[in-house]
């Protein structure tokens, strides 16, 4: 029943509604579900189950009820806090479209300038289309740009913008739904109605399923590009702790620095 509910609202509303309704529930949701079997890392709180998601196919417990973090989220948390400086070092870091979950714990932060960007998004702190960033060159040492570049038609633009506003020697994450065991990047532009999109690409807004040649996109568009399979440095039971993916790619992506 919960996953024919959540299905129904999520095909329902449009997404800006959706991401206001949710910061009103989250906190009444936590409490229901608050118990000892799965633990969310980005807040530490632990519950009884985390929550069915999903646009097509409803997945079960992969919502986080207190930040409502996915699978995706809570990966790339226990990456940037376990292996980076995100933390730690002084960055300026622009997150496009920024994840809920993040956003109020990476503003909090006191050594990072943090700084969100969206077309759409209601939450954003500057109102930008990724083909057309209104930043200066080499600005960000570090970018996230997740889940974004799969509704984009013209992604080599987007990815061109994100490296051009990406300082010499900054890092950043760029998720996108992937079928890993497929080689190749499916599109068909000509498909535009929301019903075929769904059945073509997973979800209504969706342009593509990328494959695995979109590590080479990136490469294209100037990135040195590491394809970082964190769920094998974690422990089984840490993955089941935390319920990651077993098959979860971070893209993590480096502007190569300047050579005088």
Not at 43 to 48: N, V
């Amino acid at each position: 029943m919960n996953k024919k509910i959540f299905k129904y609202f999520l095909n329902l509303f449009p997404r800006p509604i959706l991401i206001k309704f949710s910061y009103a529930i989250a906190p009444i949701i936590s409490i229901y579900y608050k118990g000892n079997k799965y633990t969310d890392p980005i807040d530490g709180k632990s519950y009884r189950k985390f929550l069915p998601y999903g646009y097509g196919n409803v997945r079960n417990n992969v919502l986080a009820p207190g930040t409502l973090s996915l699978e995706r989220h809570r990966l790339m948390w226990l990456y940037l806090q376990r292996d980076t400086n995100f933390f730690t070092s002084k960055l300026k870091v622009l997150s496009i479209a920024p994840e809920q979950c993040f956003l109020k714990r990476f503003k909090s932060l006191t050594n990072i300038d943090y700084i969100t960007a969206d077309l759409y998004s209601p939450i954003v702190d500057v109102k930008a289309d990724i083909l057309n960033l209104p930043f200066k060159d080499n600005e960000f040492d570090v970018i996230f740009c997740n889940h974004v570049l799969e509704h984009i038609e013209d992604d080599a633009k987007a990815i061109s913008e994100l490296y051009r506003t990406m300082k010499p020697g900054g890092w950043g994450i760029f998720q996108v739904p992937m079928r890993s065991n497929e080689k190749y990047t499916y599109e068909d532009f000509t498909i535009t109605k929301k019903e075929d999109r769904k059945l073509h690409f997973g979800q209504y807004d969706h342009v593509r399923w990328y494959g695995l040649d979109y590590f080479k996109r990136l490469e294209k568009g100037g990135f040195q590009v590491e394809q970082v399979k964190y769920y094998q440095i974690l422990s089984l039971e840490e993955i089941d702790k935390y319920a990651l993916s077993r098959n979860e790619i971070l893209p993590v992506v480096r502007k190569p620095k300047l050579v005088l």
